[in-house]
């Protein structure tokens, strides 16, 4: 059974920066697609960065320049590094994989991670 474990959320103020790690226990992790997601209070999910297993990388317009994935593929783990954070970057974080960056919705969801950007 597949478990993403993510973490490095927390209480940073606008204009720092934070780490997210995923833990997937995704045999044969290498070959799928992997993606951060987000959903804030009263809104839906939405993908925020995704990487395919060749590393190239897709990312939201709202991120772009400020969030960088990254995936080490020898630790099963998937990364978000987040600079610059704004307010409305504030929402749980959750890590997924799929075929594709597209369809990074593949396996059961983990219980994510909390980022609030505040003052």
């Known amino acids: 059974q597949v478990q993403l474990v993510e973490s490095g959320g927390g209480l940073v103020q606008p204009g720092g920066s934070l780490r997210l790690s995923c833990a997937a226990s995704?045999?044969?992790?290498?070959?799928?697609?992997m993606a951060w997601y987000r959903r804030a209070p009263g809104k839906q999910r939405e993908l925020v960065a995704g990487i395919t297993s060749r590393a190239m990388t897709d990312y939201l317009d709202s991120v772009k320049g400020r969030f960088t994935i990254s995936r080490d593929n020898a630790k099963n783990t998937v990364y978000l590094q987040m600079t610059t954070l704004k307010p409305e970057d504030t929402a749980v974080y959750y890590c997924?994989?799929?075929?594709?960056?597209?369809?990074?919705?593949?396996?059961?969801w983990g219980q994510g991670t909390q980022v609030t950007v505040s003052s």
């Open positions: 995704i045999k044969a992790f290498s070959a799928y697609a």
């Open positions: 997924n994989g799929g075929p594709t960056i597209e369809t990074t919705d593949y396996f059961a």
